[in-house]
């Protein structure tokens, strides 16, 4: 039993590396084979609109669709946010999301200006210790709709970490900072997902 992550852009060997020291079998997906192999899935950061494109190009975007709609746990960091996210705000022009979360995210929401920035959340569903994170171009979630549960916000309140169902999504990238709760998080999805079948 493996655990993919996507391949095609961004930091996937980070996200592979963490999910590794964790005890996973890891999986590169890059074709809808290797995706049917798979018993969840991480979207990692990099660049949403490109992330999408070849996506689409190499068959991967419907499988995906399809992967969520059973219920395959799907964790997405930064762009991977935005591929989870059923509303992409500040998109470019025919960028489309894969979607499954009940959210709309704005893209580089904090602007050229603070384009980068660390600080410490609270995330009461991963315990009492803060989780340090790490924004880089980060997305943030507008509107959390009825079906997701916003999990952390940041001083001014905004959203930055999603839960629904099997799918887990947060503005920032946990795989750099030596905090693996949310992949910690994210394993226990699959394993309860493949115990259930
Ligand atoms: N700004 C990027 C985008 O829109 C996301 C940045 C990241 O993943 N670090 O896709």
């Given at each position: 039993m493996s655990v993919g992550v996507?391949?095609?852009?961004?930091?996937f060997r980070e996200h592979a590396d963490v999910l590794r020291s964790l005890g996973s079998e890891v999986t590169l997906v890059r074709r809808p084979e290797e995706l049917a192999s798979v018993t969840g899935l991480v979207i990692p950061g990099g660049e949403s609109s490109v992330m999408d494109k070849l996506t689409r190009m190499f068959g991967l975007a419907e499988p995906l669709r399809a992967a969520v709609e059973r219920g395959m746990p799907v964790y997405g960091t930064c762009a991977g946010l935005i591929m989870l996210a059923d509303t992409v705000l500040?998109?470019?022009?025919g960028q489309q999301s894969i979607g499954g979360l009940d959210i709309s995210v704005r893209r580089n929401a904090f602007g050229s200006q603070t384009a980068s920035f660390e600080t410490d959340l609270e995330v009461p569903a991963l315990g009492e210790a803060p989780v340090h994170a790490v924004f880089i171009r980060a997305p943030v979630v507008e509107s959390v709709g009825p079906m997701a549960t916003a999990l952390a916000t940041i001083a001014d309140g905004r959203c930055v970490a999603v839960e629904q169902g099997n799918l887990l999504g947060t503005s920032f990238h946990p795989e750099i900072t030596g905090e693996y709760r949310f992949h910690e998080y994210f394993l226990q999805k699959v394993r309860s997902a493949a115990f259930r079948g």
């Open positions: 996507l391949a095609l852009q961004g930091d500040d998109a470019i022009r």
